[in-house]
């Protein structure tokens, strides 16, 4: 793993962390086309075993 997120699963869009508006100092994997998104997390996972932020599964 190259430390790169993958594209979207449901529409092949561009995945990007974002800070959670939800929550304070939670993040998360969100699509920027389509909107879809991981749980929130309480900090980007980038050596995770499963990708950045568990998107990568």
């Not at 939800?22 to 749980?39: G, I, L, M, N």
């Amino acid at each position: 793993m190259n430390g790169e997120l993958k594209k979207c699963p449901f529409c092949g869009g561009k995945a990007k962390i974002y800070k959670s508006f939800d929550y304070v100092s939670k993040y998360r994997v969100e699509c920027t086309k389509c909107w879809a998104h991981t749980p929130n997390y309480d900090k980007p996972k980038k050596h995770s075993k499963h990708g950045i932020g568990g998107q990568n599964r």
